[in-house]
């Protein structure tokens, strides 16, 4: 058995794609901030971390915990103080067009409409492509999230999850091998977000599952269905990983079928098990 932080190659027991190929490397990173008369306020620490090529990883913990913050040291927005993080093989430095973000509360110009919110940012990250290009991907995308028809709506004009899945569609349509989602349906209702979790893998598997993606959530069902591997994090300051857990479910995943399963069951109290294992049902 591999400990549980190194890739899974080759490794015929295991419910995973068989990983060859490294996307993300989070080396012994620690992210320390500061701040005026506060001094300095460790948020994660040594934290390390090997992500494949097309694998879906969730991260989980108490609020505060620091998830967001190694987030944004893959993204390039937070830089280590100490360590580093390798994606596609290359230090990160900064963000860049391999490494797309989409947050919980969308990110979309207000002033732009649906289709215009898309093509700006395929137009700035993909300025070599041609105009009939350009359009072709923002068509593509928009009609995969099924808002084709919505094209010309303001963001204001939208519900939540329609505004998350025009979020989707610009980080898919601007392709970046790395996707990264910080809580991306914390807001939504169970329903829509359930129909955001299909819309989200309908998009992974017509990328013939090639896009390595990073979620941030606190929704332990959520993180089951989608990944392959749960990271649980410790709460901070100075947090560091509590355990990794692989998710030992085939794919396609029916969510319906699935938690009937004893894995899941065993899996589902494991998460809830490390999250919550301070306090009782007296609490
Ligand atoms: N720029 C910053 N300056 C100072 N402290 C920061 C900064 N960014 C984050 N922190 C602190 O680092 C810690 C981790 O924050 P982070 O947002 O990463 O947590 P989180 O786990 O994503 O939280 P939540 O689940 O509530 O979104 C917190 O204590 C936060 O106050």
Redesign the pocket.
Known sequence: MKANNELLIDDSSSFHKIVTEKSIDIKNVTVS?K?KGKGV?T?VKDINLEIGKGEIVSII?H????????MNTISGMVSPSSGEVIANNKVVTGPGPDRGIVFQNYSLLPWLTVYKNVFEAVDSVLPHLSKAEKIELVEKNLNMVNLWEHKDKLPSQLSGGMKQRVAIARAFSINPSILLLD?PFGALDALTKGSMHIELLKLWNLDNRNKTIVM?T?DIEEAIFLSDRVVV?NN??AATIKEIVDIPLARPRNKKDIIHLPEYIEVHDRLLNLLFDKFSIED
């Open positions: 901030f701040s306020f948020a913990g609020s505060g915990c620091g998830k967001s913050t190694l809580e941030v606190h994090m901070g300051p």
